[in-house]
Protein backbone atom coordinates (compact mmCIF):
# COMPACT_ATOMS: atom_id res chain seq x y z
CA UNK A 1 0.00 0.00 0.00
CA UNK A 2 1.13 3.35 -0.76
CA UNK A 3 0.05 6.41 1.60
CA UNK A 4 0.65 9.44 0.04
CA UNK A 5 -1.28 12.89 -0.15
CA UNK A 6 0.79 14.51 -3.19
CA UNK A 7 -0.75 13.01 -6.34
CA UNK A 8 2.32 13.84 -8.36
CA UNK A 9 4.56 11.51 -5.63
CA UNK A 10 1.40 9.11 -5.67
CA UNK A 11 1.67 8.58 -9.23
CA UNK A 12 5.26 8.72 -9.34
CA UNK A 13 5.45 6.00 -6.87
CA UNK A 14 2.54 3.59 -8.12
CA UNK A 15 4.35 3.31 -11.63
CA UNK A 16 8.00 2.53 -9.57
CA UNK A 17 6.20 -0.40 -7.87
CA UNK A 18 4.03 -1.82 -10.87
CA UNK A 19 7.26 -1.44 -12.95
CA UNK A 20 8.79 -3.64 -10.17
CA UNK A 21 6.07 -6.25 -10.27
CA UNK A 22 4.03 -5.40 -7.42
CA UNK A 23 0.51 -4.38 -7.49
CA UNK A 24 0.34 -1.42 -5.31
CA UNK A 25 -3.22 -0.14 -3.77
CA UNK A 26 -3.08 3.78 -3.11
CA UNK A 27 -4.59 5.67 0.07
CA UNK A 28 -4.61 9.40 0.09
CA UNK A 29 -4.53 9.89 3.38
CA UNK A 30 -3.55 8.12 6.77
CA UNK A 31 -7.20 7.64 7.87
CA UNK A 32 -7.67 5.85 4.32
CA UNK A 33 -5.06 3.50 4.62
CA UNK A 34 -5.87 2.10 8.09
CA UNK A 35 -9.49 2.26 7.17
CA UNK A 36 -8.28 -0.25 4.04
CA UNK A 37 -5.72 -1.87 6.29
CA UNK A 38 -8.16 -3.42 9.13
CA UNK A 39 -10.62 -3.98 6.57
CA UNK A 40 -8.44 -6.61 5.06
CA UNK A 41 -4.87 -6.78 6.47
CA UNK A 42 -4.29 -10.66 4.52
CA UNK A 43 -4.16 -8.39 1.43
CA UNK A 44 -1.41 -5.96 2.62
CA UNK A 45 2.27 -6.91 2.55
CA UNK A 46 3.83 -3.54 3.14
CA UNK A 47 3.28 0.13 3.07
CA UNK A 48 5.22 2.87 1.96
CA UNK A 49 4.15 5.95 3.65
CA UNK A 50 5.01 9.92 3.18
CA UNK A 51 5.60 10.71 6.69
CA UNK A 52 3.69 14.39 6.71
CA UNK A 53 0.25 13.71 5.09
CA UNK A 54 -2.52 15.97 5.75
CA UNK A 55 -5.44 15.14 7.36
CA UNK A 56 -5.22 14.26 11.79
CA UNK A 57 -2.63 11.04 11.06
CA UNK A 58 0.88 11.27 9.60
CA UNK A 59 2.61 8.81 8.78
CA UNK A 60 4.39 7.93 12.30
CA UNK A 61 0.75 7.51 13.28
CA UNK A 62 -0.20 5.46 10.38
CA UNK A 63 2.97 3.19 11.11
CA UNK A 64 1.81 2.91 15.08
CA UNK A 65 -1.57 1.78 13.98
CA UNK A 66 -0.29 -0.98 11.70
CA UNK A 67 1.83 -2.17 14.42
CA UNK A 68 -0.74 -2.54 16.86
CA UNK A 69 -1.99 -5.47 15.13
CA UNK A 70 1.38 -6.71 13.03
CA UNK A 71 4.51 -5.39 15.42
CA UNK A 72 6.88 -5.93 12.35
CA UNK A 73 4.69 -5.26 9.71
CA UNK A 74 6.71 -3.81 6.79
CA UNK A 75 7.38 -0.13 6.53
CA UNK A 76 8.90 1.97 4.29
CA UNK A 77 8.51 5.65 5.15
CA UNK A 78 9.59 8.70 2.92
CA UNK A 79 10.16 12.13 3.64
CA UNK A 80 11.62 15.31 2.81
CA UNK A 81 12.13 16.84 5.92
CA UNK A 82 11.23 14.05 8.89
CA UNK A 83 14.48 12.24 8.56
CA UNK A 84 16.05 13.48 11.70
CA UNK A 85 12.95 11.80 13.53
CA UNK A 86 13.40 8.19 12.31
CA UNK A 87 15.04 7.26 14.79
CA UNK A 88 13.14 8.37 17.46
CA UNK A 89 9.95 6.54 16.51
CA UNK A 90 11.04 2.92 17.30
CA UNK A 91 10.40 1.83 13.54
CA UNK A 92 11.98 -2.13 13.42
CA UNK A 93 11.66 -3.86 10.02
CA UNK A 94 11.60 -0.31 7.99
CA UNK A 95 13.50 2.15 5.96
CA UNK A 96 13.83 5.27 5.45
CA UNK A 97 13.80 7.10 2.31
CA UNK A 98 14.54 10.81 1.64
CA UNK A 99 12.84 12.62 -1.35
CA UNK A 100 14.06 12.84 -3.79
CA UNK A 101 14.82 8.97 -4.60
CA UNK A 102 15.48 7.08 -7.53
CA UNK A 103 12.21 4.36 -8.02
CA UNK A 104 14.67 1.97 -8.56
CA UNK A 105 15.61 2.25 -4.83
CA UNK A 106 12.42 2.30 -3.71
CA UNK A 107 11.64 -1.24 -5.35
CA UNK A 108 15.10 -2.26 -4.03
CA UNK A 109 14.24 -1.04 -0.34
CA UNK A 110 10.55 -2.83 -0.67
CA UNK A 111 12.23 -6.13 -1.76
CA UNK A 112 14.54 -6.02 0.51
CA UNK A 113 11.97 -5.76 3.58
CA UNK A 114 9.80 -8.18 2.29
CA UNK A 115 12.43 -10.62 1.20
CA UNK A 116 13.72 -10.32 4.91
CA UNK A 117 10.57 -11.89 6.27
CA UNK A 118 9.61 -11.65 9.47
CA UNK A 119 11.24 -13.50 11.96
CA UNK A 120 9.67 -17.01 13.63
CA UNK A 121 6.88 -17.34 15.73
CA UNK A 122 5.91 -20.31 17.97
CA UNK A 123 2.80 -22.11 16.87
CA UNK A 124 -0.35 -21.50 18.67
Known amino acids: MVVEDDP ?3 ALIDEALCDGGYEPALAASGEEAVTLLWGDRR ?3 AVVTDITLKGNM ?3 EVARRI ?3 DPVFPIIYITGA ?3 EWSSQGV ?3 ILMTKPFAPAQLVTAVSQLLNAGSPPTAPT
Request: negative net charge; hydrophobic residues 30%.
Open 8 to 10: EIQ
Open 43 to 45: RYR
Open 58 to 60: DGW
Open 67 to 69: REV
Open 82 to 84: AAD
Open 92 to 94: PNS
